[in-house]
C-alpha cells in the first residue's frame, strides 16, 4: 500500500474483479442451464464469417433431433434473428446498441421469453468481434470459434485470447478456399499452436460440406451432458 | 473496445468503496490489467478521463498495474511467462493452456478522503 502525505486521505485496499457482477450472472445462468438439461454454445467470429449461415444451417438440419433456440447478438437491426427464425427456431434478439459484446444479464432477460422447459440446445450468437466477448463469461457449457477462408491463415494468431477460451474452431466457407487461396496447412497448423485442445470442423455453412461431423460432435456433447 | 463499460464497472466498485468510507473524493483509483485481458490501458486512460468529470473521481488519477501473464506445462510443471502468443513451454516446447496469471481486470485500491 501507497503511504499517503495527506492524513485525510487514506488508500482502500479493494482487489475486486471488475467483471465479477458479469461473472456471479453467468453462474445462475449456467446453473438454471444445469436445471434444465439444456446445452448452451457461446459462438463468436469476426463480421461477415458466416455465423448466421452456420446456425440457420445447423438448426434446420437438426429440427427434428433436438430442440434449438437462439439469442443473438447485434450492434443494430434485427436482419440476423428474421433470418435465424427461417429455420422454425425461436429466435430471440439482442440489440446491443454502442455495446461490442454481450454480458450474461442481457443472455439472462433474453432467456425469460424462451421456454426453457423444451430445449435441448441453446446457441447464443455473440456480437461480431473477437476481442471484447471473450471476456466476458454468460455461462455457457462451451464456446464456438468461426473464421472464414477470406480472413486469412493468421488469424488465430492475431486474436489468440478469443481462440484460446474455444474449445471448437470452424473453418467456414471452405467451398470457395481454392479460389482465395487459402492455405489450409498453415491455417490447421496455427489453430492448433493457439488452440492445441479444441476440435476443428472445416465446412461450408452454405453448401453443407462438412456440417455433419459437427453435428456429430454437437450431439455427442449433448448426450455426454445427460450423463453427468 | 470495451474499455469504457469496464471503466464504467470499475468506476462503480470505487463510487461504493468511497461511500462505505464516507469519503467524498476519489484521488486515485488503482487498477490491475493482465497482458492476456485484451485491455488496453490507454482505453481505460480515455475512459477514465470522460467518463469522471461531475463525479467524485473529477480531477483524479488513474495508476494501472499491468501484470505480467505466467502459464504452467502441464507436462513438466514448470512456471512460466510466455514470450509468443503460442504459450510453448520454453523447457519442452508443448503449449500450454494452463493460465496462471494474465487475464485480471481488477480494482485494486482507491485513495479517497
Not at chain 1, 19 to 35: K, P, T, V, W
Not at chain 1, 61 to 75: N, P, S, Y
Not at chain 1, 137 to 162: C, I, N, Q
Not at chain 1, 201 to 211: C, Y
Amino acid at each position: 500500500m501507497t503511504p499517503s502525505p495527506d492524513r485525510s486521505h487514506r488508500v482502500v485496499d479493494v482487489h475486486e474483479s471488475v467483471l465479477g457482477h458479469n461473472d456471479e450472472q453467468a453462474r445462475r445462468n449456467r446453473a438454471l442451464f444445469g436445471e434444465k438439461h439444456i446445452q448452451t454454445i457461446n459462438v463468436l467470429s469476426s463480421p461477415g464469417s458466416g455465423k448466421t449461415t452456420f446456425l440457420q444451417r445447423t438448426l434446420a438440419d437438426l429440427r427434428g433431433t433436438l430442440r434449438g433456440a437462439v439469442v443473438v447478438g447485434d450492434l443494430a437491426t434485427d436482419n440476423d434473428a428474421r433470418r435465424l427464425s427461417e429455420s422454425g427456431a425461436p429466435v430471440v434478439q439482442i440489440t446491443t446498441g454502442t455495446i461490442c459484446h454481450l454480458e450474461a444479464q442481457m443472455v439472462y432477460q433474453a432467456m425469460q421469453e424462451l421456454d426453457l422447459d423444451n430445449l435441448d440446445l441453446l446457441i447464443i450468437e455473440n456480437v461480431g468481434n473477437l476481442v471484447c466477448p471473450a471476456a466476458y463469461d454468460l455461462g455457457e457449457d462451451f464456446r464456438v470459434a468461426l473464421l472464414s477462408v477470406t480472413e486469412g491463415e493468421d488469424k488465430p494468431l492475431k486474436y489468440p485470447t478469443m481462440f484460446k477460451t474455444a474449445e471448437v474452431i470452424v473453418v467456414n466457407k471452405m467451398d470457395i478456399a481454392e479460389v482465395v487461396g487459402f492455405d489450409r496447412e498453415s491455417a490447421l497448423e496455427n489453430i492448433h499452436a493457439i488452440a492445441p485442445g479444441a476440435a476443428v470442423f472445416e465446412v461450408s455453412a452454405r453448401t453443407g460440406t462438412g456440417m455433419e461431423a459437427w453435428y456429430g460432435y454437437l450431439t455427442h456433447r449433448m448426450e455426454e451432458r445427460g450423463k453427468r | 473496445m470495451h474499455e469504457v463499460s469496464l471503466m464504467e464497472s470499475a468506476l462503480e466498485i470505487a463510487f461504493r468503496q468511497a461511500k462505505e468510507q464516507e469519503a467524498t473524493r476519489i484521488h486515485r483509483l488503482g487498477m490491475r490489467v493482465g497482458s492476456l485481458s485484451s485491455v488496453v490501458p490507454d482505453a481505460l486512460q480515455f475512459a477514465f478521463d470522460a467518463l469522471t468529470p461531475g463525479t467524485l473521481a473529477e480531477g483524479g488519477c488513474l495508476e494501472i498495474e499491468t501484470i505480467t501473464a505466467e502459464c504452467v506445462c502441464e507436462q513438466c510443471g514448470v512456471a512460466f511467462e510466455p514470450d509468443s502468443f503460442i504459450y510453448a513451454c520454453p523447457s519442452c516446447g508443448l503449449p500450454s493452456a494452463n493460465i496462471q496469471r494474465g487475464r485480471e481486470i481488477e480494482v485494486a485500491f482507491v485513495e479517497v478522503s
